[in-house]
C-alpha cells in the first residue's frame, strides 16, 4: 500500500521545512531502510539535514522491559524440562518485539531531542492489537494485578518449602508493573489529538478500501484520532487507454466510494509514479504529490470524540464509530465497566464517576455517532 514511503516522504519534507524530524517502524520486517535507500541502525542514523532513521535494536528493548519477567518464564520452562536456550527463546511472548517498538516512541518523547516523530506502523492487525493492549493492560493492573501479588505472597513460602516450584518473586511483579505503567504512558500520549493524529494509507482497490474502513472504526473505538487519508498508486491520465484505462476507470470508481466512505476526512492522492519510490529523490516527489506545498506536520482534520452530553435526569454516552451498523456492536456492563464489542476488537470503557450510579438505557446509532443513554436506576429517578 506504501504506508512505510508515504512515512519517509512525510519524514523528509517535515525535515527539509525546518523540523528535527526522527522516522522509525514498527514493523518486525523492517523496509524503512530500504524506502530512504540508506543503511539504519539501531540508534538514531542521520539521513538527511535535521532527518534521523531508526530500526529499533528490539532485543535491547525487550532486555530493557521484559528481562525480569523473561527470566523467571525461562525458569519455569527450564523446572518443566526444556532445553535452557529453547526455554530463553520461548520466554519470548508473541508480540512482544513490536511492543518494544512502540515503548520506544515513549522514550523519543520523552527524551525532547525531535520535533516531530514519525511511525511507520506495522500491518494493520498487529498495530490494533498493540494498540488496545494498554487498555487491557490497565484492566489487568487494577483488577487482577493485586490479587495475584497478594497470592504469590502468601502462597510462595509454601511452594518453595514443597517443591522446587519457580515462584515469581518481587522483581518479577514490579518488572511487570512498570511494563503495565509505561503501556498506559504510552496510550496517553498516542491518543492526545493534540499531540499525535493518524494517516490511513490505501491503494484504491475495493478489498483494500473494506479494510482500511475497518481500521478506521477501531481506532475510533479505541480513542486515536485520524486526520488524513492518503490514496496511493492512482493511475495518471498519461498512462494511456487499453489496459491502463481500464484500470484508471475501475479506480475511479473505487476513489468515489473512498471520497463517500471517508468523509469529511481530507483525502490525498498520490500518482503512480514511473519508477519505484525509493531513495530521497522519489521521496520528496512523492511527498510533493501527497500535501503540495502544505505543511505535513499540521492536523488536517480535528474529528470528533467521546462525549457525554447530559440529558434530563441523565447522560447520552456518545462515541463515534464510523462504518458501525448496531448489528455489529455489543454491550456489557460489569459495574464501572462498559465494554463495547465490535467483531473480534474491544474497548473496556471505565465509566465517569458521573454514569457509575446510572443504569443503560437504549443504544441506538446517530449517524456515525453510537448513542447510550443513562438513566437513574429503577425508583431512584430525581432523587
Known amino acids: 500500500m506504501g504506508k512505510t514511503s508515504v512515512a519517509a516522504a512525510t519524514a523528509l519534507r517535515c525535515a527539509e521545512q525546518g523540523l528535527r524530524t526522527i522516522v522509525l517502524s514498527t514493523d518486525a520486517a523492517h523496509s524503512l531502510a530500504d524506502s530512504l535507500d540508506l543503511p539504519l541502525g539501531p540508534e538514531p542514523t542521520p539521513v538527511a539535514e535535521r532527518l534521523w532513521g531508526q530500526e529499533i535494536d528490539v ?29 530463553e527463546e520461548t520466554s519470548v511472548l508473541p508480540g512482544m518485539d513490536e511492543l518494544a517498538a512502540l515503548l520506544q516512541i515513549v522514550k523519543l518523547y520523552d527524551d525532547r531531542q525531535y ?3 514519525v511511525v511507520d506502523c506495522a500491518p494493520t492487525g498487529e498495530t490494533l492489537r498493540l494498540l488496545s493492549l494498554p487498555e487491557a493492560a490497565r484492566w489487568y493492573l487494577e483488577k487482577i494485578f493485586p490479587l495475584q501479588r497478594t497470592l504469590a505472597a502468601l502462597a510462595g513460602p509454601l511452594l518453595r518449602g514443597m ?27 498516542l491518543t492526545d489529538p493534540e499531540v499525535t493524529s493518524v494517516r490511513l ?37 498519461a498512462a494511456g487507454e487499453g489496459y491502463f484505462g481500464a484500470w484508471r476507470e475501475i479506480q475511479g470508481r473505487h476513489g468515489r466510494l473512498i471520497d463517500e466512505a471517508f468523509a469529511p476526512l481530507p ?22 504529490a501527497t500535501y503540495a506545498g502544505q505543511d505535513p506536520a499540521a492536523v488536517f482534520y480535528r474529528g470528533p470524540r467521546q462525549q457525554i452530553v447530559p440529558k434530563g435526569d441523565g447522560y447520552h454516552l456518545r462515541l463515534p464509530l464510523p462504518f458501525a451498523e448496531r448489528g455489529d456492536v455489543q454491550l456489557t456492563r460489569i459495574g464501572d465497566e462498559l465494554i463495547v464489542r465490535i467483531g473480534n476488537q474491544k474497548r473496556n470503557i471505565i465509566l465517569p464517576r458521573a454514569l457509575q450510579a446510572l443504569d443503560v438505557g437504549k443504544a441506538t446509532f446517530e449517524g456515525s455517532w453510537l448513542v447510550l443513554e443513562f438513566a437513574g436506576k429503577e425508583g431512584t429517578e430525581g432523587n
Open 267 to 288: 483525502i490525498r492522492r498520490v500518482p503512480m509514479f514511473e519508477q519505484e519510490v525509493v531513495g530521497l529523490a522519489m521521496l520528496r516527489r512523492m511527498a510533493e
Open 115 to 117: 520535533d516531530l516523530i
Open 59 to 87: 532485543l535491547h528493548q525487550m532486555d530493557k522491559y521484559w528481562h525480569t519477567v523473561q527470566q523467571y518464564l525461562a525458569s519455569v520452562l527450564t523446572w518443566q524440562g526444556i532445553d535452557g536456550l529453547v526455554a
Open 163 to 189: 517443591a522446587d516450584i519457580p515462584v515469581p518473586d518481587r522483581g518479577v511483579f514490579e518488572a511487570i508493573e512498570h511494563l503495565i505503567k509505561e503501556l498506559g504512558r504510552m496510550h496517553a500520549l
Open 201 to 237: 494509507v490505501m491503494n484504491p482497490e475495493r478489498m483494500v478500501i473494506k479494510e482500511a474502513q475497518r481500521t478506521y472504526t477501531y481506532l475510533n473505538l479505541y480513542g486515536y484520532a485520524t486526520d488524513l487519508v492518503v490514496c496511493n498508486r492512482v493511475w495518471p491520465e
